[in-house]
């Protein structure tokens, strides 16, 4: 059974900086994609960050662009997220996914709470 576990998730002021983790167990295969959404209350589930697991390709939401940086690490089957200049509005539940085609995520972490307050 295919596991995402999210990690490193907390408060911090605005502009400050978060690293986010994601590690995959189980018998995942080789990816297509792995990335990032994220969920404020009462608003729909959003893209954040994607990357191509075999080009490193990298894509991102306009609202990200330019402050986070996702990578990969392929011996630890993980996904990271690096977010910088945070702002309020980056307040969300941050989740991670991953799957076998383009565009198509099939597996969900629970997700880790981004809180960006003064």
């Known amino acids: 059974q295919v596991r995402l576990e999210e990690s490193g998730g907390g408060l911090v002021q605005p502009g400050g900086s978060l690293r986010l983790s994601c590690a995959a167990s189980?018998?995942?295969?080789?990816?297509?994609?792995m990335g990032w959404f994220r969920q404020a209350p009462g608003l729909e589930r959003d893209f954040v960050a994607a990357?191509?697991?075999?080009?490193?390709?990298?894509s991102y939401a306009d609202s990200v662009k330019g402050r986070f940086l996702i990578s990969r690490d392929y011996a630890k089957n993980a996904v990271y997220l690096q977010m910088n200049s945070l702002k309020p509005e980056d307040t969300a539940a941050y989740y991670c996914?991953?799957?076998?085609?383009?565009?198509?995520?099939?597996?969900w972490g629970q997700g880790t709470q981004v809180t960006v307050s003064s």
């Open positions: 996914a991953a799957g076998y085609g383009a565009g198509s995520y099939r597996y």
């Open positions: 990357i191509t697991w075999s080009s490193g390709t990298t």
């Open positions: 189980g018998r995942t295969g080789s990816w297509h994609a």
